[in-house]
């Protein structure tokens, strides 16, 4: 072997090494849990959340709601200070229903607090329709924030200057709210008049019950930035949204047949004063982003976890991670002070 010959093998060895040596120096972290409870705005009671965040145990599935959630009660946390995500789940659901993206976002490296809404849950359906559950439900995801930066285990981990929001569905609306749009009644109101058929966004014609008159729209500037999936933006135009300026990542299903994407994600995405980063999933419904079923599951709520022909719901959400990942690492800053990991992910 000529001497350049083995001067260029050392130097493509030496860069070999040097790549694997840095990959095996980025943080490798399970998910683990912590139960957070705190005081409903509402009423004054007890309201929850389940605080996921960066763990250096070993991989732990705990079964939760019915779901196999890929983490640990208070597992281990990770040293450093981590993002922070506050997750507000669709009308009568659950933020496990999400489980995947919520784990898959702590193992690289945010802290993700999941709300379960008081009165508009999967087994409480009270506050649904009403003015207090459109304006309540910012100021819980509000009060969960709190709830986390004063938290003994978690505040030493979350870095207060870097939270963001993920909003399913209904809880797309919610996220708005706290960035700073204001809804407009009248626009439910003239939506149901024109697509009455509607049986979601329609139930009383467009009518929310004014169960609380001292309520009003509140913003919180914690917010730095928003993830919506499937959102519901009936009630927000141009003027109502003008004071909405954070980055904001949307995801839509062009075959939504639950919340109309052209009322919806495609209107806000063409409406925010930021441009935002819009997303459409062809082929995809309102439950893509739901996560993907076990087979338990598929047979007892199919309408929740079947796809249409073509849709790789697996694959969406693979990708859904990745881009998460990197848009709330631009809109908020990565991890600080991050250690070392041997937890497999």
Not at 150 to 169: E, T
């Amino acid at each position: 072997m000529g001497r350049h010959s083995a001067g260029l093998l050392l130097c493509l060895l030496a860069g070999f090494l040097s790549v694997h040596a840095e990959a095996d120096l980025q943080p490798k972290w399970s998910a683990g849990f912590h139960r957070l409870t705190f005081l409903d705005p509402l009423d004054q009671q007890p309201m929850h959340a389940l605080a996921f965040y960066p763990s250096t145990d070993p991989r732990h599935v705990t079964a939760l709601e019915g779901y196999n959630v890929a983490a640990g009660e208070d597992a281990k946390i990770a040293i450093g200070r981590f993002p922070m995500l506050l997750l507000s789940h669709g009308n009568t659901g659950t933020p496990l229903a999400l489980h995947d993206l919520i784990t898959a976002l702590t193992r690289k490296g945010f802290v993700v607090v999941a709300v379960t809404h008081p009165g508009d849950n999967a087994q409480d359906h009270s506050r649904l329709g009403t003015l207090s559950n459109l304006y309540g439900r910012p100021l819980q995801i509000s009060e969960a924030i709190t709830a986390a930066l004063a938290d003994p285990m978690l505040s030493p981990f979350v870095n207060r200057d870097q939270v963001g929001v993920i909003g399913y569905s209904a809880g797309g609306e919610t996220a708005l709210i706290l960035s700073g749009a204001q809804p407009d009644l009248q626009r439910l109101r003239q939506y149901c008049q024109e697509r009455p058929g509607d049986a979601d966004a329609c139930q009383r014609g467009g009518e929310l019950v004014a169960d609380r008159d001292d309520l009003m729209p509140e913003a919180d500037p914690r917010v730095r930035a928003l993830l919506l999936m499937a959102p519901l933006g009936l009630m927000f135009g141009r003027h109502t949204l003008a004071d909405v300026h954070v980055p904001t990542l949307i995801y839509s299903g062009d075959h939504d047949q639950l919340v109309a994407n052209d009322k919806n994600a495609a209107a806000l995405a063409r409406k925010l004063p930021i441009p935002a980063d819009y997303r459409v999933l062809a082929g995809a419904g309102h439950f893509v982003f739901m996560a993907p079923c076990s087979a338990e599951q598929q047979a007892s709520m199919p309408a929740l976890c079947t796809d249409a022909e073509g849709v790789d719901r697996q694959g969406i959400h693979r990708s859904l991670v990745s881009e998460a990942q990197h848009f709330f690492a631009n809109a908020l800053g990565q991890p600080s002070r991050a250690g070392l990991q041997t937890a497999d992910q």
